[in-house]
C-alpha cells in the first residue's frame, strides 16, 4: 500500500508539472494566459475599428486660396489691397459756381477756353430771359395813318411825350409812351395816362437773354478758374451754387 501511495503521488506531482509546463512549453491555456505574457498590459488602448490613423492621413489639406501668401512689398511688408489704397486717397472738397450775366459769345468762350478739357470740372450752360426794362405804349391798331390819327388824339388829351414805332416787327405803328427801368415807374406813369382818359394803354416787358455757366468740381480748381483773366475780362457775376 505504502508504494502504491507512493506513485500516485508521483504520477500527481508529473501531471502538475505537465500542466504548469514546468516539463517545457505546453498549449496555451488561452486569452488569460495570452493576456499574462504580454509586457506592460496596462498600457494596451483599443482603438474601435483600427482606422484612426488611416483618418488622420486622410484629414483635408487647407484650401491653395486659405494658405496663399499676402503680397509682400520689397521691404518685406505686406501690400495694402487695392480697395483699402483707394478708399486712404484724399477726397477733395467739391464745390458749384456759377459764372453769370453772359453773352452769348463770352459763353461760348468761357465753355471752350476755361472750362472743356479741365480735369475734375463739369461746365453746364443754361439761359433765361430777364427782365431789363418796362414798355408802357398803344399797340398797333391798323397801318401808320391810324397811328397818326390816334397821335393827335392823345396830343389833345395832354400827352407830350410819345412818338410812332417804324421798326418792322410785331409792334411797327405801336405809339410808345414811355420806357421806364422798374416796374413800379411804369405802372406809376400809365396810371397817370388813364387819369386823362387815355384808352388802350399797357405795359410790356422788354427782356434780354443771358446766359451762365454753372461749373462743379474741385473747390481749389473752381478758385482758380473763377480769377483766371478771361473770366475776369467778361465781367460776369460770380455766384455759389449746390455742387
Known sequence: MRIVFVILVLLNLLALASIRGWLGSSAPEGEPERLSNQLNPDRIVLRPGGTAPQREAEAPTPPAEATAAAPETGNGREAAPPAAAAAAAPVLPQACTVIGGLAESEADALMQTA????????????????????????????????????????????????????????NQYAISLGLFKTEAKAQQHLASLQAKQVRGAGIASRTTTVHRIEVRGPA???????????????????????P
Not at 124 to 140: D, F, G, L, N, Y
Not at 231 to 241: D, F, K, L, M, W
Request: overall charge positive; charged content about 25%.
Open 220 to 242: 481749389s480748381t473752381l478758385k482758380t478758374l473763377t480769377s483766371s483773366p478771361a473770366v475776369r475780362r467778361s465781367g460776369a457775376t460770380i455766384s455759389e451754387c449746390t
Open 115 to 170: 472750362v472743356t478739357g479741365k480735369p475734375g470740372l463739369r461746365g453746364e450752360r443754361k439761359t433765361s430771359s430777364t427782365p431789363t426794362a418796362w414798355w408802357v405804349r398803344i399797340p398797333p391798331n391798323g397801318g401808320r395813318e391810324a397811328a397818326e390819327r390816334r397821335v393827335a388824339e392823345l396830343r389833345g388829351q395832354g400827352v407830350s411825350e410819345l412818338f410812332i414805332v417804324n421798326d418792322p416787327g410785331p
